[in-house]
């Protein structure tokens, strides 16, 4: 019995109705890729990257897990970035998250979901640290909407903390990064304010200095030192 047969339908329909409108995209799609923007986002199924901002493959590289975290030991993370800044050269990175975001509700609360749970206490530990103004806030999904904004300007200042970013700035690539917000209920993008594009806007304690460079070895030995070591 075959399975998935609507979406391998879909597929066929979709890349003819390309093929259409431009009979070279495919053909010069799959010789190169050089995408100006870097997208960290959420997994929900709501929030189609491409999509929402109207771009075609190959002008968005893309990378998205629970609650759009930026986090300093997920390799798979620091692994798109470095690709994305270092060998695609892109000049935009843009961290959107999404308004009532189920990660960062879950983060709110006190239920075990399992695995997650160690992922998303990330977003409880800032909750704890903004919860006098979030808790103030009355409306249940208001308070949970500020924590979904909150979640992403510690994002945007994570990825400004690596060293993947600041040795870009210090080699004088042309890079910014920014932090969106999309709403689910109409569909629209909400520029939350924050642009980053130099290491000078960054707090100095997370600044990354480089390491000087080693100092050559002599790696001549002086005459009776062999014997001296022996004795």
Same mark, same amino acid.
């Given at each position: 019995?075959?399975?998935?047969?609507?979406?391998?339908?879909?597929?066929?329909?979709?890349?003819?109705?390309?093929?259409? %409108? #431009?009979?070279?995209?495919?053909?010069?799609?799959?010789?190169?890729?050089?995408?100006?923007?870097?997208?960290?986002?959420?997994?929900?199924?709501?929030?189609?990257?491409?999509?929402?901002?109207?771009?075609? /493959?190959?002008? =968005?590289?893309?990378?998205?897990?629970?609650? #759009?975290?930026? @986090?300093?030991?997920?390799?798979?993370?620091?692994?798109?970035? $470095?690709? *994305? %800044?270092? @060998?695609?050269?892109?000049?935009?990175?843009?961290?959107?998250?999404?308004?009532?975001?189920?990660?960062?509700?879950?983060?709110?609360?006190?239920? $075990?979901?399992?695995?997650?749970?160690?992922?998303?206490?990330?977003?409880?530990?800032?909750?704890?640290?903004?919860?006098?103004?979030?808790?103030?806030?009355?409306?249940?999904?208001?308070?949970?909407?500020?924590?979904?904004?909150? #979640? @992403?300007?510690?994002?945007?200042?994570?990825?400004?903390?690596?060293?993947?970013?600041? *040795?870009?700035?210090?080699?004088?690539?042309? =890079?910014?990064?920014?932090?969106?917000?999309?709403?689910?209920?109409?569909?629209?993008?909400?520029?939350?304010?924050?642009?980053?594009?130099?290491?000078?806007?960054?707090?100095?304690?997370?600044?990354? @200095? /480089?390491?000087?460079?080693?100092?050559?070895?002599?790696?001549?030995?002086?005459?009776?030192?062999?014997?001296?070591?022996?004795?």
């Amino acid at each position: 019995m075959k399975v998935l047969t609507q979406l391998a339908e879909n597929n066929r329909s979709w890349a003819r109705r390309i093929s259409q %409108i #431009n009979p070279k995209f495919f053909p010069t799609l799959a010789a190169q890729q050089a995408p100006e923007y870097l997208w960290i986002g959420c997994s929900d199924s709501r929030v189609p990257a491409n999509e929402i901002v109207g771009l075609l /493959p190959g002008e =968005l590289f893309v990378h998205r897990n629970i609650a #759009n975290l930026v @986090v300093h030991t997920d390799l798979n993370c620091l692994s798109v970035v $470095q690709y *994305s %800044i270092e @060998v695609l050269k892109v000049k935009h990175v843009i961290v959107c998250g999404h308004y009532r975001c189920g990660g960062v509700k879950a983060a709110m609360g006190n239920t $075990q979901f399992g695995l997650i749970d160690n992922w998303l206490r990330n977003i409880k530990d800032l909750y704890a640290q903004h919860r006098a103004e979030v808790d103030s806030i009355h409306d249940p999904d208001a308070r949970l909407d500020r924590l979904c904004e909150l #979640n @992403v300007a510690r994002q945007v200042s994570n990825l400004c903390h690596t060293s993947i970013v600041q *040795s870009a700035w210090r080699n004088g690539q042309d =890079l910014m990064i920014h932090g969106w917000i999309y709403g689910l209920h109409d569909g629209l993008i909400h520029d939350l304010g924050f642009y980053v594009s130099s290491v000078d806007q960054i707090p100095d304690l997370y600044r990354v @200095v /480089p390491a000087p460079a080693p100092q050559p070895v002599n790696a001549k030995v002086k005459k009776g030192a062999g014997a001296a070591a022996r004795t």
